[in-house]
Protein backbone atom coordinates (compact mmCIF):
# COMPACT_ATOMS: atom_id res chain seq x y z
CA UNK A 1 0.00 0.00 0.00
CA UNK A 2 3.08 2.41 0.94
CA UNK A 3 4.22 1.62 -2.64
CA UNK A 4 1.48 2.11 -4.41
CA UNK A 5 0.63 5.84 -2.52
CA UNK A 6 4.79 6.63 -3.87
CA UNK A 7 4.17 5.39 -7.49
CA UNK A 8 0.89 7.43 -7.19
CA UNK A 9 2.02 10.43 -5.97
CA UNK A 10 4.96 9.81 -8.85
CA UNK A 11 2.49 9.75 -11.27
CA UNK A 12 0.29 12.75 -10.90
CA UNK A 13 3.87 14.58 -10.72
CA UNK A 14 4.67 12.97 -14.14
CA UNK A 15 0.74 13.75 -15.85
CA UNK A 16 1.18 17.41 -14.79
CA UNK A 17 4.54 17.70 -16.02
CA UNK A 18 3.22 17.37 -19.15
CA UNK A 19 1.41 20.23 -19.46
CA UNK A 20 3.61 23.09 -17.64
CA UNK A 21 7.09 23.59 -16.55
CA UNK A 22 9.12 21.60 -13.84
CA UNK A 23 8.88 24.74 -11.24
CA UNK A 24 5.10 24.77 -11.82
CA UNK A 25 4.78 21.42 -10.59
CA UNK A 26 7.02 21.51 -7.63
CA UNK A 27 5.09 24.55 -6.45
CA UNK A 28 2.02 22.70 -6.79
CA UNK A 29 3.35 19.90 -4.97
CA UNK A 30 4.43 22.55 -2.07
CA UNK A 31 0.85 23.79 -1.70
CA UNK A 32 -1.21 20.49 -1.68
CA UNK A 33 1.57 18.51 0.42
CA UNK A 34 1.31 22.18 2.90
CA UNK A 35 -2.57 22.00 3.18
CA UNK A 36 -2.48 18.12 3.77
CA UNK A 37 -0.34 19.26 6.94
CA UNK A 38 -1.96 22.12 8.09
CA UNK A 39 -5.13 20.12 8.04
CA UNK A 40 -3.57 16.82 9.25
CA UNK A 41 -1.96 19.38 12.38
CA UNK A 42 -5.27 21.42 13.10
CA UNK A 43 -7.71 18.27 12.71
CA UNK A 44 -6.92 14.60 11.79
CA UNK A 45 -3.87 14.30 14.00
CA UNK A 46 -6.36 15.26 16.93
CA UNK A 47 -9.01 12.60 16.13
CA UNK A 48 -6.14 9.56 15.83
CA UNK A 49 -5.34 7.79 19.18
CA UNK A 50 -1.29 7.09 20.34
CA UNK A 51 -2.29 3.58 18.60
CA UNK A 52 -2.81 5.01 15.09
CA UNK A 53 -0.56 5.32 12.20
CA UNK A 54 -0.44 8.48 10.30
CA UNK A 55 -1.73 7.91 6.70
CA UNK A 56 1.19 7.50 4.60
CA UNK A 57 -0.36 10.76 2.39
CA UNK A 58 0.67 12.53 5.76
CA UNK A 59 4.16 10.78 5.82
CA UNK A 60 5.20 11.07 2.51
CA UNK A 61 4.32 15.16 3.05
CA UNK A 62 6.13 15.39 5.68
CA UNK A 63 8.82 13.71 4.14
CA UNK A 64 8.94 15.71 1.03
CA UNK A 65 7.70 19.13 1.99
CA UNK A 66 10.94 20.30 3.05
CA UNK A 67 12.81 18.95 0.59
CA UNK A 68 11.18 20.31 -2.41
CA UNK A 69 10.36 23.47 -0.70
CA UNK A 70 14.13 23.66 -0.85
CA UNK A 71 15.04 22.73 -4.48
CA UNK A 72 11.96 25.15 -6.01
CA UNK A 73 13.55 28.26 -3.66
CA UNK A 74 17.09 27.14 -4.88
CA UNK A 75 15.66 26.76 -8.83
CA UNK A 76 14.04 30.08 -8.67
CA UNK A 77 16.11 32.53 -7.22
CA UNK A 78 19.18 31.27 -6.84
CA UNK A 79 20.77 28.72 -9.22
CA UNK A 80 19.33 26.69 -12.07
CA UNK A 81 21.01 23.76 -14.10
CA UNK A 82 20.91 23.22 -17.64
CA UNK A 83 22.03 20.46 -20.28
CA UNK A 84 23.21 22.07 -23.57
CA UNK A 85 21.14 20.05 -26.39
CA UNK A 86 22.75 21.11 -29.68
CA UNK A 87 25.81 22.87 -31.64
CA UNK A 88 24.17 26.00 -32.07
CA UNK A 89 26.70 27.94 -29.06
CA UNK A 90 29.94 25.85 -29.77
CA UNK A 91 32.13 26.20 -29.79
CA UNK A 92 32.32 27.97 -26.11
CA UNK A 93 29.31 25.77 -25.13
CA UNK A 94 29.15 21.80 -26.31
CA UNK A 95 26.28 19.41 -26.73
CA UNK A 96 26.43 17.27 -23.42
CA UNK A 97 27.61 20.45 -21.16
CA UNK A 98 25.84 20.81 -18.14
CA UNK A 99 25.73 24.62 -16.86
CA UNK A 100 24.76 26.35 -13.84
CA UNK A 101 22.74 29.60 -14.91
CA UNK A 102 22.43 32.27 -12.20
CA UNK A 103 18.94 33.27 -11.19
CA UNK A 104 19.51 36.27 -9.73
CA UNK A 105 22.27 38.17 -11.16
CA UNK A 106 19.49 40.21 -13.30
CA UNK A 107 17.63 40.70 -10.00
CA UNK A 108 15.01 38.90 -7.59
CA UNK A 109 12.20 37.72 -9.85
CA UNK A 110 8.61 36.34 -8.81
CA UNK A 111 7.92 32.64 -9.50
CA UNK A 112 5.63 32.03 -12.21
CA UNK A 113 5.19 35.40 -13.93
CA UNK A 114 9.27 36.27 -13.41
CA UNK A 115 8.52 40.02 -12.71
CA UNK A 116 11.62 41.77 -11.75
CA UNK A 117 10.93 42.87 -8.30
CA UNK A 118 14.16 43.70 -7.11
CA UNK A 119 16.98 44.38 -10.10
CA UNK A 120 20.41 43.60 -9.64
CA UNK A 121 22.43 44.17 -13.39
CA UNK A 122 21.56 44.83 -16.65
CA UNK A 123 21.74 42.56 -18.74
CA UNK A 124 24.49 43.17 -20.98
CA UNK A 125 26.01 42.65 -24.95
CA UNK A 126 27.96 39.94 -25.12
CA UNK A 127 25.98 38.08 -22.00
CA UNK A 128 25.25 33.97 -22.46
CA UNK A 129 21.42 33.94 -21.52
CA UNK A 130 19.20 31.42 -20.59
CA UNK A 131 15.27 32.17 -21.58
CA UNK A 132 12.08 31.59 -22.35
CA UNK A 133 11.63 29.93 -26.10
CA UNK A 134 8.87 32.45 -27.62
CA UNK A 135 7.91 30.04 -30.01
CA UNK A 136 7.53 26.94 -28.27
CA UNK A 137 5.75 26.93 -24.50
CA UNK A 138 7.92 25.07 -21.49
CA UNK A 139 11.16 25.11 -23.55
CA UNK A 140 14.12 27.01 -22.55
CA UNK A 141 17.11 28.18 -24.89
CA UNK A 142 20.66 29.78 -24.41
CA UNK A 143 21.73 32.19 -27.09
CA UNK A 144 24.62 35.51 -26.65
CA UNK A 145 23.12 38.74 -26.33
CA UNK A 146 24.41 40.72 -29.10
CA UNK A 147 21.62 43.75 -29.12
CA UNK A 148 20.24 45.55 -26.25
CA UNK A 149 17.07 48.03 -26.20
CA UNK A 150 17.40 50.55 -28.65
CA UNK A 151 20.09 49.34 -30.83
CA UNK A 152 20.20 48.89 -34.60
CA UNK A 153 21.81 45.56 -34.97
CA UNK A 154 22.79 44.73 -38.69
CA UNK A 155 24.18 41.50 -39.71
CA UNK A 156 25.85 41.68 -43.20
CA UNK A 157 28.39 39.54 -45.16
CA UNK A 158 28.62 37.95 -41.86
CA UNK A 159 29.68 40.61 -39.68
CA UNK A 160 27.81 42.32 -36.67
CA UNK A 161 27.54 46.27 -36.89
CA UNK A 162 25.84 47.70 -33.61
CA UNK A 163 24.17 51.05 -33.91
CA UNK A 164 26.72 51.93 -37.44
CA UNK A 165 29.92 50.32 -35.64
CA UNK A 166 31.24 47.07 -37.42
CA UNK A 167 32.51 44.59 -34.71
CA UNK A 168 36.09 43.48 -35.13
CA UNK A 169 37.13 39.99 -36.52
CA UNK A 170 39.92 37.85 -36.16
CA UNK A 171 40.82 35.05 -37.95
CA UNK A 172 41.13 32.25 -35.29
CA UNK A 173 42.01 29.00 -38.25
CA UNK A 174 39.50 26.16 -38.69
CA UNK A 175 36.92 24.08 -36.08
CA UNK A 176 35.42 21.08 -37.36
CA UNK A 177 33.02 19.06 -35.78
CA UNK A 178 30.12 16.27 -35.85
CA UNK A 179 27.02 16.47 -36.13
CA UNK A 180 24.43 13.24 -36.01
CA UNK A 181 21.38 13.42 -38.36
CA UNK A 182 18.80 11.05 -39.26
CA UNK A 183 21.18 10.31 -41.89
CA UNK A 184 24.01 9.17 -39.24
CA UNK A 185 27.11 11.61 -38.40
CA UNK A 186 27.90 14.62 -40.64
CA UNK A 187 31.52 16.41 -40.29
CA UNK A 188 31.08 20.26 -40.26
CA UNK A 189 33.78 22.63 -41.31
CA UNK A 190 33.95 25.99 -39.88
CA UNK A 191 35.90 28.93 -39.76
CA UNK A 192 36.59 30.21 -36.24
CA UNK A 193 36.60 34.01 -35.54
CA UNK A 194 38.04 35.94 -32.77
CA UNK A 195 34.75 38.25 -32.28
CA UNK A 196 35.12 42.09 -30.25
CA UNK A 197 31.34 42.23 -29.22
CA UNK A 198 31.51 45.96 -27.69
CA UNK A 199 34.44 44.74 -25.46
CA UNK A 200 33.47 40.66 -24.47
CA UNK A 201 35.99 38.96 -27.11
CA UNK A 202 34.56 35.55 -27.80
CA UNK A 203 34.84 33.00 -30.69
CA UNK A 204 32.25 31.75 -32.87
CA UNK A 205 32.69 29.41 -36.07
CA UNK A 206 31.05 30.87 -39.44
CA UNK A 207 30.24 28.06 -42.54
CA UNK A 208 30.67 29.42 -45.90
CA UNK A 209 28.13 27.00 -47.62
CA UNK A 210 25.14 29.18 -45.66
CA UNK A 211 24.11 32.70 -46.56
CA UNK A 212 24.08 35.35 -43.52
CA UNK A 213 20.48 34.36 -42.92
CA UNK A 214 18.01 31.59 -44.49
CA UNK A 215 15.10 33.88 -45.81
CA UNK A 216 12.27 31.12 -46.68
CA UNK A 217 12.94 30.41 -42.50
CA UNK A 218 12.40 33.71 -41.07
CA UNK A 219 9.35 33.36 -39.67
CA UNK A 220 6.14 36.35 -38.99
CA UNK A 221 7.71 37.46 -35.60
CA UNK A 222 6.27 40.88 -33.50
CA UNK A 223 8.20 44.25 -34.49
CA UNK A 224 9.31 42.34 -37.46
CA UNK A 225 8.25 45.40 -39.38
CA UNK A 226 11.72 47.07 -37.36
CA UNK A 227 13.49 45.11 -39.38
CA UNK A 228 14.73 44.57 -43.42
CA UNK A 229 15.91 41.64 -44.79
CA UNK A 230 17.83 41.10 -47.77
CA UNK A 231 20.40 38.38 -49.63
CA UNK A 232 23.26 40.46 -48.24
CA UNK A 233 21.55 39.69 -44.22
CA UNK A 234 19.81 41.81 -42.42
CA UNK A 235 18.77 44.88 -39.81
CA UNK A 236 16.80 45.41 -37.10
CA UNK A 237 15.37 48.10 -34.69
CA UNK A 238 15.36 46.19 -31.29
CA UNK A 239 12.58 47.59 -29.25
CA UNK A 240 12.07 48.78 -25.82
CA UNK A 241 12.21 45.98 -23.11
CA UNK A 242 13.27 43.50 -25.83
CA UNK A 243 16.82 42.02 -26.77
CA UNK A 244 18.38 40.48 -29.98
CA UNK A 245 20.24 37.15 -29.31
CA UNK A 246 22.34 35.14 -31.58
CA UNK A 247 23.73 31.50 -31.57
CA UNK A 248 28.11 31.76 -31.68
CA UNK A 249 27.54 28.97 -34.31
CA UNK A 250 26.21 31.63 -36.64
CA UNK A 251 25.36 29.28 -39.66
CA UNK A 252 24.11 26.77 -37.15
CA UNK A 253 21.78 28.56 -35.44
CA UNK A 254 18.06 29.53 -34.94
CA UNK A 255 17.84 32.85 -33.32
CA UNK A 256 16.96 36.04 -33.23
CA UNK A 257 17.34 36.46 -37.11
CA UNK A 258 14.31 33.71 -37.24
CA UNK A 259 11.99 34.41 -34.57
CA UNK A 260 12.47 37.97 -33.19
CA UNK A 261 12.91 39.44 -30.38
CA UNK A 262 12.99 38.28 -26.60
CA UNK A 263 11.26 40.29 -24.01
CA UNK A 264 13.05 41.12 -20.78
CA UNK A 265 10.34 39.09 -19.07
CA UNK A 266 11.69 36.08 -20.78
CA UNK A 267 15.04 36.05 -19.35
CA UNK A 268 15.70 33.43 -16.64
CA UNK A 269 19.20 33.88 -15.82
CA UNK A 270 23.24 34.00 -17.20
CA UNK A 271 24.81 31.09 -17.68
CA UNK A 272 28.31 31.27 -15.42
CA UNK A 273 29.89 27.66 -15.55
CA UNK A 274 30.02 24.37 -17.07
CA UNK A 275 29.34 22.23 -14.14
CA UNK A 276 29.69 18.84 -15.78
CA UNK A 277 30.14 16.86 -18.95
CA UNK A 278 30.09 13.11 -18.77
CA UNK A 279 31.72 12.97 -22.47
CA UNK A 280 34.98 15.45 -21.74
CA UNK A 281 35.70 15.73 -18.07
CA UNK A 282 38.58 18.53 -18.54
CA UNK A 283 35.58 20.83 -19.52
CA UNK A 284 34.25 20.97 -15.58
CA UNK A 285 34.50 24.31 -14.18
CA UNK A 286 34.76 25.75 -17.42
CA UNK A 287 33.62 29.33 -17.05
CA UNK A 288 30.92 30.82 -19.44
CA UNK A 289 32.14 34.21 -21.16
Not at 24 to 40: E, K, P, Q, R
Not at 195 to 201: F, S
Request: hydrophobic residues 40%.
Amino acid sequence: MENGYLLFILGCVGVVSEFTDFATVLLIFIIVSGVILLIDKLTWSKRRTKDQLKPHYVHYSREFFPVVLAVWILRSFLFEAYQIPSSSMRPDLTVGDFILVSKFNYGLRMPLTNKVVIPVNQVQRGDIIVFEDQTKPNRDLIKRVVGVPGDTISYIDKRLRINGKTLTYANDGSYDYSETSSNGDILMHNQRWIENLTGVVHPIITNDQYPPVISEMVQNFSGKENCQYNDEGFTCKVPAGHYFMMGDNRDNSLDSRYWGFVPEQAILGKAIYVWMNFRDLSRIGTKIE
